[in-house]
C-alpha cells in the first residue's frame, strides 16, 4: 500500500535519487519500496526514458550533463513524489515561468511542492517561493491546484496580524489573470472557463480584493431587482462574497430566503445553502441552523448549511451539534448526523479541538461515520503541525515580499 517519494540530489553533472515510502505526516519509512519507472527530462535533451528502477536498488543515478534543471517523472508517468532539494526547485521556476515544461508536468511540480510542504520535507517559504513562477500561468487546470493548495494556508493563519500581506499577496499573485477573464460569458469561452471564472473570483475574494468583493456586491444587489441578471454560474460566489461583507445582513439573508423558498432548481437552492451561513453574525449563522433544522432543508442537503456556517464559524457549528445533537440523533440518519458533524469540525485546526470531539463522542453511535471522522481527525491535526512548525517562518517570509 502507498507511494514513494523519491528524493533528488544532484553533484555536478549526476543526478542521484532514493527512495522511501510517502507518509502525509512526515513520519519516515524505510522500510517499504517499490519498482519506479524512471523517466526525466532537461532543456538539453527533453525527455529521457531510464527504465525501471527496482526495489532492491538502493539508489539510481542519472547523467544530465549540464543542464540548469532536470525535471524527474517527466509527464508524470510514474505514481510517485519527487523532491528536490531547494536550488533545483528554484530553478524549476524558470521552465515553469517560460511555459518550457507541458501541463502535465507544471500542474505536477505544483502539486508535489505543496503535498511536500504539508508533510514537512519542504519549507513552506519554498513552495509559496515556487508558486510566484505561476503568475502568468494560461491553464485553469494548473490555477484550479494552485488555489486549492494556497486555501489551504489562507484558512490556516487567518487569524495572524500578518494575514493582510499575505491576502496582498495572492492578490498579486492572481492579478495578470484575472485581467484576462471576464466577469460574464464570452462566445470565445471554452467548457471550462466559467469554472476558471468562479476559481480565480474566489481566491481573490478570500483575498479581500476590493475590486472583486465591490463587483460582487453590485451584481448581488442587481440580482434582487432583476433576478435573471445574475448568471447561474456566478451565484455561488457572488452570494458569498456579498454575505461576508455587506452591510446589511438581515436584508440579505432574507433575500437569500426567499430564493430557497421560490426556486424551482435544486442547484441554484445549493447555492443559496452555501452562502447563508457566511455571515459574520453569530446571531445569523444561528439563525440559519435553527431555520435549516426546522424542516427548512431536506435532510441529503442539510450538511450544506453546516458547513456553511463552519466555513468562518466552526466554533457556532460545533457547539450547535453539541447541544442538539440527541435532537439531530432522532431526526436524521447516523450517517446524515455524521455528515453534519465532519462539516462542522473540518475547519478546527488545533490538537485540543481534535481531543475535545473524541471525548464528546465517547458513548455516541458512530459506527456509521467513522471513518469520514477519522480522516476529519487527521487533517485536523494535521494541520496543527503545520501551523506550529509553519507560523514564525512565515510570518518573517511575508515581512520580505
Known amino acids: 500500500m502507498g507511494f514513494p517519494v ?5 553533484d555536478g553533472s549526476i543526478v542521484t535519487l532514493e527512495q522511501q515510502r510517502f507518509l502525509a505526516n512526515g513520519s519516515s519509512d524505510a522500510v517499504s519500496k ?22 532492491s536498488q538502493p539508489s539510481i543515478a542519472l547523467d544530465v550533463g549540464a543542464a540548469p534543471w532536470v525535471k524527474v517523472n517527466a509527464a508524470q508517468t510514474g505514481f510517485y513524489l519527487v523532491n528536490y532539494p531547494s536550488e533545483l526547485w528554484t530553478a524549476l521556476k524558470a521552465p ?8 502535465v508536468d507544471r500542474v505536477s511540480l505544483l502539486h508535489s511542492i505543496f503535498v511536500l510542504a504539508r508533510a514537512g520535507l519542504v519549507l513552506t517559504t519554498d513552495a509559496l517561493q515556487f508558486s510566484q513562477a505561476y503568475a502568468n500561468e494560461p491553464e485553469y487546470l494548473v490555477w484550479k491546484e494552485l488555489s486549492e493548495n494556497l486555501a489551504v494556508y489562507l484558512r490556516l493563519f487567518k487569524h495572524e496580524s500578518w494575514f493582510p500581506s499575505f491576502q496582498a499577496y495572492i492578490q498579486q499573485l492572481y492579478a495578470a489573470v484575472m485581467s484576462q477573464l471576464t466577469w460574464d460569458a464570452r462566445p470565445t469561452d471554452q467548457d471550462l472557463t466559467s469554472n476558471f471564472r468562479r476559481d480565480v473570483i474566489a481566491m481573490l475574494a478570500a483575498a479581500n480584493d476590493p475590486a472583486v468583493v465591490a463587483e460582487a456586491s453590485a ?17 455561488s460566489i457572488v452570494y458569498s462574497i456579498h454575505v461576508r461583507k455587506t452591510s446589511e445582513p438581515d436584508a440579505a439573508f432574507a433575500h437569500l430566503l426567499n430564493v430557497y423558498e421560490t426556486s424551482d432548481f435544486i442547484e441554484e437552492k445549493l447555492h443559496v445553502l452555501g452562502a447563508l451561513g457566511r455571515f459574520p453574525s453569530v446571531q ?15 435532510s441529503q442537503d442539510i450538511h450544506s448549511v453546516f458547513g456553511s456556517v463552519a466555513a468562518d464559524g466552526c466554533t457556532v457549528a460545533w457547539e450547535y451539534v453539541q447541544a442538539k445533537w440527541d435532537a439531530l440523533s432522532a431526526q436524521y440518519s447516523q450517517i446524515v448526523v455524521g455528515r453534519i458533524l465532519c462539516v462542522s469540525i473540518a475547519n478546527f485546526q488545533t490538537e485540543q479541538a481534535a481531543a475535545a470531539v473524541e471525548a464528546f463522542l465517547v458513548g455516541r453511535p458512530q459506527g456509521a461515520f467513522a471513518r469520514p471522522l477519522a480522516s476529519v481527525l487527521e487533517n485536523i491535526r494535521t494541520g496543527a503541525a503545520m501551523y506550529a512548525r509553519d507560523v514564525t517562518p512565515l510570518a518573517a517570509w511575508i515581512q520580505t515580499l
Not at 523519491?6 to 544532484?10: E, F, H, L
Not at 515553469?96 to 501541463?103: G, I, P
Not at 451584481?219 to 451565484?235: C, Y
Not at 445569523?284 to 435553527?290: D, H, M, P, S
Open 284 to 298: 445569523l449563522k444561528t439563525r440559519a441552523l435553527e431555520w435549516a433544522v426546522a424542516g427548512g432543508v431536506r
Open 34 to 55: 517499490w519498482d519506479v519507472p524512471i523517466t526525466f527530462t532537461t532543456p538539453t535533451n527533453g525527455v529521457q526514458n531510464a527504465g525501471i528502477w527496482t526495489a
Open 96 to 103: 515553469v515561468a517560460a511555459l518550457a515544461l507541458d501541463t
Open 6 to 10: 523519491v528524493t533528488v540530489t544532484k
Open 219 to 235: 451584481r448581488f444587489h442587481a440580482a434582487v431587482a432583476a433576478p435573471a441578471s445574475l448568471s447561474a454560474d456566478l451565484r
